[in-house]
């Protein structure tokens, strides 16, 4: 797709679609519609036909709603969208309004449309994070996964080829520019890691996975190492050896590596669960919905993703991805309830339930990191069915030792537009994952129990700074939404890159 700016007259524009916005009034004595600086331009030009339709109350300025008006050769446009953005606008909220003008043009027929939806004038630093946000909306919202129909793998009919950005002031094309390119970047990267999670099971297995990886490290100049299934047994990871040997698929263990950073420091590292399907293994799950499993690497797509954005955006910080992937199937050789594992840095672990199996291949990967010296670290996976019950499928949980990593990865996700909230880790939640003949148990009491499956991985770190990102309600949306259709959302791939810039030297 071609984006670019566009400094031309706004009522001499040709486009198929522009689209501006307006916003509820939010205060106690208010009512009504506020239309931006650019939509009060069209307005003119449109002899006050926005106003009248705001002040009737056909248009009430919510988030998302929206409303279509063909101009009928008024201005050189064939059509305005007006979006709202609620009664309070943040980069988010034109983040989503943009997803949704996008989303609604696509399936219009539209094949140029240009957003000019900035409320902040002429503030610099405002106007490029709101360039950025309107970018990386409508870049999220064209997103669809229809390689595998072959109806509209035949059919360009519905796909946007242009999308413009609007700016009055030509003085600022170059800091626009620069926004429209990051928001670019990050949305591609997202758009990456909804790819990986939405792939078959039978094409994404973890070689793979792997495959995919070097692909992309390749392309974006990552160094890059994958071990086999020798390799990691020579590395004694237990963890994901015995969730892969029910499998007739081999385990992989991916390595990507950003040098943007001094040369002596280790830097941040980003692990993701790569479990590229999950029957449950012996402790087999139910039928019904086990074909979302293939969205088990939800964690591992996520860091791969941030990896190519940050490869993109070059902060100066050394990043380090690690993502252990296999899957997990009951067999006759498959692992069972009772045994015990051996994990890398040596803990055993007994095995109550061989659906807890994300934990054990983190394991042996927060192992690993904590052995080459990595500082901070961050887990992401898609662990818990708890944490879907406790925060939805809106909010990721957040486990760790640290409190101020803690706070720089919800601040991360606040510029990111994605939200986090920190679970309790105290001592006693450590009690029911103590076992009688293990150092630890694969699973506490259903009490609690994301926070005790975080509990679990803690003892895989030791003292160096790290967080835990259970993504299991937020990876995946099981119905379509005017922002975005069902499938992969591509959660964390924009605040983990947001988080190295923030951790950047």
């Not at 003119?44 to 919510?62: M, P, W």
């Not at 413009?164 to 997202?190: C, K, N, P, S």
């Not at 086990?290 to 954005?309: I, S």
Request: with cysteine; proline share 3%.
């Amino acid at each position: 797709m071609n984006i670019h700016v566009t400094t031309q007259a706004i009522q001499g524009l040709q486009t198929d679609a522009l689209v501006v916005a307006a916003a509820r009034k939010a205060g106690k004595d208010e009512q009504g519609v506020q239309l931006s600086a650019l939509a009060t331009t069209i307005d003119g030009a449109l002899e006050g036909l926005l106003s009248e339709i705001c002040t009737s109350g056909e248009f009430k300025g919510g988030l998302g709603e929206l409303l279509t008006l063909h101009t009928m050769g008024r201005i050189a446009a064939k059509r305005v969208i007006l979006i709202g953005l609620g009664s309070k606008v943040t980069t988010q909220s034109l983040r989503r309004a943009s997803a949704v003008a996008a989303r609604h043009l696509q399936n219009t027929g539209a094949q140029h449309i240009t957003l000019a939806l900035q409320w902040s004038g002429t503030q610099e630093q405002a106007r490029s994070s709101e360039v950025q946000a309107e970018v990386e909306g409508a870049l999220l919202g064209l997103y669809t996964f229809r390689m595998y129909k072959q109806s509209e793998n035949t059919s360009t009919d519905k796909t946007i080829a242009q999308l413009g950005v609007f700016l009055e002031d030509a003085t600022a094309q170059t800091i626009v520019e620069q926004a429209i390119e990051q928001g670019r970047v990050l949305a591609e990267a997202t758009n990456f890691a909804r790819n990986l999670v939405n792939e078959p099971p039978n094409v994404l297995t973890p070689t793979e996975l792997a495959n995919r990886a070097v692909g992309m490290a390749q392309r974006f100049g990552l160094e890059y190492e994958v071990f086999d299934k020798a390799k990691i047994t020579e590395l004694k990871m237990g963890g994901i050896l015995g969730v892969a040997q029910g499998s007739a698929e081999p385990p992989q263990f991916i390595v990507l590596r950003y040098r943007g950073g001094q040369e002596t420091d280790k830097g941040l590292a980003l692990v993701g669960k790569g479990i590229t399907f999950d029957t449950g293994g012996i402790s087999i799950k139910p039928a019904a919905g086990m074909d979302e499993m293939k969205g088990d690497m939800g964690g591992a797509a996520a860091v791969l993703g941030a990896m190519q954005a940050i490869a993109a955006l070059k902060p100066r910080i050394n990043v380090t991805a690690l993502v252990p992937t296999c899957e997990n199937m009951p067999s006759g050789t498959a692992y069972r309830p009772g045994d015990i594992l051996r994990i890398s840095n040596g803990k055993t672990i007994e095995i109550v339930n061989t659906d807890a199996e994300g934990r054990l291949i983190l394991a042996d990967a927060l192992s690993y990191a904590v052995k080459e010296g990595f500082s901070p670290i961050v887990d992401l996976a898609t662990l818990t069915g708890a944490i879907v019950i406790a925060l939805g499928n809106i909010t990721t949980g957040v486990f760790s030792n640290d409190e101020q990593l803690t706070n720089e990865i919800i601040a991360a996700g606040q510029i990111a537009g994605e939200k986090f909230w920190a679970l309790p880790m105290d001592e006693e939640y450590g009690e029911s994952i103590k076992s009688d003949i293990a150092d630890i148990k694969q699973t506490g009491s259903r009490a609690g129990s994301s926070i005790t499956a975080a509990k679990i991985l803690e003892h895989f770190v030791g003292d160096t700074k790290w967080a835990h990102l259970d993504i299991a309600g937020t990876s995946y949306l099981d119905s379509k939404k005017p922002y975005q259709e069902k499938g992969a959302t591509g959660v964390a791939v924009r605040t983990l890159a947001e988080l190295a810039r923030k951790l950047a030297v």
